[in-house]
């Protein structure tokens, strides 16, 4: 079935530090690619996506690209910031399936300054 | 525009007691999902609606889990009677009818504690 599998945290960097968050997905057919925050306390939002294979979204500095050769959607920043500590989760959704999100399991992120 | 409201946001509870919890999803969003977050994991989907008919509901353990949407807007989880393993922030979500959009966008959560 399809499923997403992301790199095991917890994730501590130093600010400035560059950021990257390893996620793969397993899924028939081209589904689309998203890059969820869950800040403490708070629900999940949308940071980014992407629809179609060699998309890129980008989004307060943060980026990934969708690349189907490698059933790959990794995220990177290139200056992490303090406030950029949160809960990072990769999701796959195909309109075949009523768009339904299968979450990797979460990447923790601190920043220390 | 208003976000997904839900509430309570948190609920503690002894196993084999009830409990619901409530969502409100975005204006003339049709589409609305239920999740569970599991501590240290990510969301499961539990059930999903377009407007007051159920769409998916695979993975809802159905002896003890309910869920409805009786006018396609507002919907109400409930968990009767809870167990320990229940303990989860349930995440309410909603998504526009639309082709051109998949993205979800998410309630701030209900953590529920059974004990």
């Known amino acids: 079935g399809d499923s997403v599998t992301q790199m095991e945290g917890p994730v501590t960097l130093s600010e400035e530090a560059f950021l990257t968050i390893n996620c793969t997905y397993t899924?028939?057919?081209?589904?689309?690619l998203f890059w969820y925050v869950q800040y403490p306390g708070e629900g999940l939002q949308l940071l980014l996506k992407?629809?179609?294979?060699?998309d890129k979204g980008s989004n307060k500095g943060f980026e990934a690209t969708y690349r189907k050769e490698t059933t790959s959607f990794h995220l990177e920043k290139g200056s992490v910031q303090v406030s950029d500590s949160a809960v990072y989760f990769c999701?796959?959704?195909?309109?075949?399936?009523?768009?339904?999100?299968?979450f990797g399991t979460g990447t923790s992120l601190t920043v220390i300054p | 525009e208003a976000g997904v409201a839900q509430s309570p946001r948190y609920k503690i509870i002894e196993k084999r007691q009830s409990v619901a919890f409530w969502c409100n999803p975005i204006?003339?969003?049709?589409?609305l999902y239920w999740y569970q977050q599991i501590l240290g994991q990510g969301p499961k989907l539990l059930i999903q609606?377009?407007?007051?008919?159920?769409?998916?509901d695979s993975q809802l353990p159905k002896d003890r889990f309910s869920a409805e949407r009786l006018k396609g807007v507002d919907s109400t989880l409930k968990i009767q009677p809870a167990k320990l393993e229940d303990s989860a922030v349930y995440l309410c979500?909603?998504?526009?009818?639309?082709?051109?959009?998949?993205?979800?966008?998410f309630g701030p959560g209900t953590r529920l504690t059974v004990l």
């Open positions: 204006s003339g969003h049709a589409t």
């Open positions: 979500a909603s998504r526009r009818n639309d082709l051109s959009t998949d993205t979800q966008y």
């Open positions: 999701a796959l959704s195909k309109k075949n399936t009523g768009n339904q999100f299968y």
């Open positions: 992407a629809t179609k294979a060699d």
């Open positions: 609606f377009q407007n007051n008919g159920v769409v998916d």
């Open positions: 899924a028939t057919g081209y589904p689309s």
